[in-house]
């Protein structure tokens, strides 16, 4: 079964990013709810910024699931990434992201590692710097194996990584490691950047794809760019996908109007 989804941020220095509810959690639940969808994907500071209990309790009030936990919160406050050169800082991302793991597990919720992935940095080699991705990606995928879910890696367009940025490339990465519990993120807004055609890139990495980002080509909500939605919404069908298709976009005209055009997509190309 394909699930919707919406992204609340409750991180003020990412503010100005692509998230559609922001600040007030319980107004953000009360709306998602009301629009019919599934679950939401949460951004928080940290893994003890929000009370588990009481995100259980609205959870369960709202009937909603937790579609995904975002780890961006390391890289934008700590300055933490997995290919920094400083070994104690690679450390003390791979203990952030650790943590975020553990927090989303107690929901049934994977972790993504976007942002955080770093860059080979102006001076640095690339194949070292990629050993020190691997390196993590090993700790933290059985890290998310041993809380019963899987790991989520992202590709990111070139403007945000020099890394992988596309769906191949992160798939044959993660055939080079020995976890098996790392899938990717195929993200229609980077995939747009990157790909020749997203449809036929979905279908030829369908295995490792885990989660799926519902962004338009200019990351508002799906219809209000150029996205050609028709072959990419039969794509993830054919592929028997099943888990959450989330919309992480800019909350424009505003967060309401973002969220309703979300969800008349998604019944559009999926319901």
């Known amino acids: ?6 992204t609340v941020a409750l991180v003020p220095q990412i503010k100005s990013g692509p998230w559609i509810f922001w600040e007030n959690l319980k107004q953000a639940m009360a709306k998602s709810e009301n629009l019919g969808f599934d679950g939401i994907e949460l951004f928080t500071p940290d893994s003890s910024a929000i009370d588990r209990e009481e995100l259980s309790y609205l959870l369960k009030f709202h009937k909603l699931e937790l579609a995904a936990v975002g780890t961006g919160a390391g890289k934008v406050i700590h300055g933490l990434t997995l290919t920094d050169p400083d ?5 003390n991302a791979i203990s952030f992201i650790s943590a975020m793991i553990s927090f989303g597990a107690a929901f049934n919720a994977p972790a993504i590692i976007g942002s955080m992935q770093g860059n080979v940095l102006a001076g640095n080699d690339r194949e ?3 050993s020190w991705l691997a390196e993590g990606l090993e700790i933290l995928g059985k890290k998310a194996e041993s809380e019963g879910v899987f790991l989520i890696y992202e590709p990111l367009n070139r403007y945000e990584t020099n890394l992988f940025n596309t769906l191949g490339s992160g798939a044959d990465f993660l055939e080079s490691l020995k976890t098996q519990n790392v899938k990717l993120l195929a993200d229609l807004f980077h995939m747009n950047i990157e790909e020749v055609d997203l449809a036929q890139s979905i279908l030829e990495n369908a295995k490792h794809i885990g989660h799926i980002h519902f962004a338009d080509s200019n990351r508002r909500a799906i219809g ?3 996205t050609e939605m028709e072959s990419v ?3 993830i ?3 028997n996908y099943e888990g959450f298709i989330s919309a992480e976009v800019f909350p424009y005209p505003d967060p309401d109007a973002a969220a309703i055009e979300t969800k008349h997509a998604f019944k559009k190309y999926f319901e």
């Open 1 to 6: 079964m394909i699930k919707s989804a919406v």
């Open 87 to 91: 070994p104690e800082i690679r450390e």
């Open 237 to 239: 069908k054919s592929i």
């Open 224 to 226: 209000l760019g150029h």
């Open 128 to 130: 070292l710097t990629l």
């Open 233 to 235: 919404a039969e794509a």
